[in-house]
């Protein structure tokens, strides 16, 4: 979509910030004066407590595992915050472990990243990758902070929130796509 300068002037004197996103959701800037996120919406994530939202975004991540391993029968024989990240990792490799077992075929021995060694693990990094610009362009929206997370350790540049709520989403959105996209021949 092209956005010509009247249209950016007008917008601008409005005090709407323009946002301007790649394809594939990923955001480039802003222009304008972007408004802060509101007060109360800081507060309340800085205030949160973390442990039961990371609870929650590691039951959900296993919970989704789980379920794309017994729909193709292969079912997976915290207090603390680094007890829980402990089990989100264990849980992680059983689920790999599985989908090993699905995918082994198409050369797919386990996750390995930063570099893919296959085109399993390829098509999953991209697919995360999508995921988290789309979550992370949701978390701005929401007036949050990226950077302010529960289950993954925060940091600047690392946007935390949005990938403790991609956990969730990862089996549905990409694993089951990158799934059935080799198990038809989709993806070679």
């Known amino acids: ?29 802003v222009a304008g004066a972007y408004p802060d996120p509101h007060p109360d919406h800081l507060r309340a994530q800085f205030a949160a407590e973390g442990l039961p939202l990371a609870r929650a975004f590691v039951v959900g991540k296993l919970r989704s595992a789980l379920a794309l391993l017994e729909r193709h029968r292969l079912p997976e024989g915290a207090l603390e915050l680094e007890r829980l990240r402990g089990a989100e990792g264990g849980g992680s490799r059983a689920y790999f472990q599985g989908l090993a077992r699905l995918l082994g075929p198409y050369g797919f021995g386990g996750r390995t990243r930063r570099p893919p060694r296959d085109p399993v693990n390829a098509a999953l990094s991209y697919g995360y990758a999508l995921l988290l610009g789309r979550v992370l362009v949701a978390v701005r929206l929401a007036g949050l902070h ?19 709520l991609m956990e969730e989403f990862r089996v549905p959105v990409v694993d089951q796509v990158v799934l059935s996209a080799f198990r038809r021949g989709l993806l070679t």
Do not use: N
């Open 146 to 164: 990226p950077e302010v997370g529960f289950l993954h350790a925060g940091g600047r540049r690392s946007p935390a929130l949005a990938l403790d």
């Open 1 to 29: 979509v092209r956005l010509s300068t009247p249209a950016l002037v007008f917008l601008l004197r409005q005090g709407v910030p323009v946002f301007f996103y790649s394809l594939e959701g990923f955001l480039h800037g």
